[in-house]
Nanobody, 124 residues
Framework: QVHMVESGGGLVQPGGSLRLTCTAS????????MAWFRQAPGKEREFVAAISWFGATKSYGDSVKGRFTISRDNTKNTMYLQIDSATLDDTATYYCAGGVGVRNLARSDEYDYWGRGTQVTVSS
C-alpha cells in the first residue's frame, strides 16, 4: 500500500500564490501517474492536474490552465502543484492521487492511492 500525504495548504489572497506538495510513502511496484483533484463544499470532486511518471505528459483542468503548474521529483517520491493567480473559486480541499496503468489522467476512478487532502482557502 502506498500512502499519499499532502501539505502546503493554507490561506492565500486573490491573485496570490501557493505551492502544494504530495509525498508518497514509497515507490509503487510499477511507474505511476500522479494527479491533483479538488472538492469544494457542496460540489463534486474536480480534476485539477495530472502528470505521467517521467513528466512527459501533463494535463490540466480547464479552470486552472495557465495558472497552475504540476511537476514531480521521482527521487523524492514527491509531486508539486504551483498555484498562481489564485481566485476565490480555487477554494477547496485538494487531494493528491497516484495510479498504476492510468489511461485517462483526468478520471479519478483510475487512481489507486489517495491522500487525505489539504485545505486551500482564497480570501482577502
Amino acid at each position: 500500500q502506498v500512502h499519499m500525504v499532502e501539505s502546503g495548504g493554507g490561506l492565500v489572497q486573490p491573485g496570490g500564490s501557493l505551492r502544494l506538495t504530495c509525498t508518497a510513502s514509497r515507490h509503487a511496484s510499477d511507474p505511476y501517474a500522479m494527479a491533483w483533484f479538488r472538492q469544494a463544499p457542496g460540489k463534486e470532486r474536480e480534476f485539477v492536474a495530472a502528470i505521467s511518471w517521467f513528466g512527459a505528459t501533463k494535463s490540466y483542468g480547464d479552470s486552472v490552465k495557465g495558472r497552475f503548474t504540476i511537476s514531480r521529483d521521482n527521487t523524492k517520491n514527491t509531486m508539486y502543484l504551483q498555484i498562481d493567480s489564485a481566485t476565490l473559486d480555487d477554494t477547496a480541499t485538494y487531494y493528491c492521487a497516484g495510479g498504476v496503468g492510468v489511461r485517462n489522467l483526468a478520471r479519478s476512478d483510475e487512481y489507486d492511492y489517495w491522500g487525505r487532502g489539504t485545505q486551500v482557502t482564497v480570501s482577502s
